[in-house]
């Protein structure tokens, strides 16, 4: 019997967000896709750093360039 309430109530809210979604103002769907876009594209575009430094994505370079002019056997 609970088990039933349980799925009565989820079927309730199904149906009140479908309702909801309906009616739900043009307006507020396409300022909605607008801030998704903008976020896609701060998220898929190059970062500037990588850019200007000439780095590929995923590289790492730090203290390699003090690295290569210590000599062997010394440390950093």
Do not use: K, Y
Not at 37 to 57: C, E, I, K, N, V
Request: glycine share 10%; proline share 4%; hydrophobic share 45%.
């Amino acid at each position: 019997m609970i088990g039933d309430a349980e799925d009565r109530l989820e079927l309730v809210w199904l149906l009140f967000g479908t309702v909801l979604t309906w009616v739900r103002p043009r307006q507020d769907l396409v300022l909605e896709n607008l801030l998704l876009r903008h976020q896609l594209a701060l998220l898929t575009r190059p970062t500037r750093a990588d850019h200007m430094l000439g780095f590929a994505s995923g590289t790492c370079s730090c203290g390699s360039w003090l690295a290569d002019g210590v000599p062997a056997g010394a440390s950093i």
